[in-house]
């Protein structure tokens, strides 16, 4: 089974560890480790606070991945996933400069994975999937084709090509993948 940083568990804090009689709840925390850089960081579910950060990574990423798209299609779609955010399965990642990038999940099905400029080809994207991979027996998403960094990526990681398709909304080739727990 894959390390994930959203396993929950306790977390002491110094001043805890140093007053026990502080302590004043038994939640259980999202655990914290050390990134590849030595900072600490954490997978945990959205909270309310972090809807502005994780919509303009939404934009910004999208624009960028996708250039294929006019960038007035995501600017179109930008006040609606800011508002279904808050009713999503969203897992974000953070480290002590913010949250880096975030999963959506819609059941078994990954709506994106979406990951902040300055922090990729860092492993982000790859420990959010191994969270959501932790969590169900299946997953299933579609990818355009012109974006062969994300195909590469997903079959990398077990991702099976379905089928072909078109996009209604843009009218982009897509395909449809499947990974299955073994």
């Known amino acids: 089974r894959r390390s994930c940083a959203a396993t929950p568990r306790r977390t002491i804090s110094a001043s805890e560890s140093a007053a ?40 910004d990423t999208n624009r960028k991945a996708h250039a294929f798209i006019p960038a007035s299609y995501w600017e179109r779609n930008f006040a609606s996933v800011k508002q279904m955010l808050p009713q999503a ?22 709506e994106g994975i979406f990951v902040s400029e300055e922090a990729q080809s860092r492993g982000i994207g790859k420990c959010l999937l191994d969270c959501a991979k932790d969590r169900k027996p299946a997953l299933r998403l579609n990818a355009y084709q012109k974006n062969v960094r994300a195909i590469r990526f997903y079959q990398r990681e077990g991702f099976q090509i379905l089928r072909s398709g078109l996009d209604a909304a843009t009218g982009e080739a897509e395909c449809e993948m499947l990974w299955r727990r073994e």
């Open 20 to 59: 026990p009689s502080a302590r004043q709840t038994t939640e259980r925390l999202p655990a914290h480790r050390m990134g590849t850089c030595g900072e600490i960081i954490m997978i945990r579910k959205l909270r309310k606070a972090d809807i502005d950060s994780v919509a303009e990574i939404w934009l």
């Open 89 to 110: 399965e969203v897992y974000v990642y953070e480290n002590d400069k913010g949250i880096q990038g975030f999963l959506g999940l819609n059941g078994e099905y990954i």
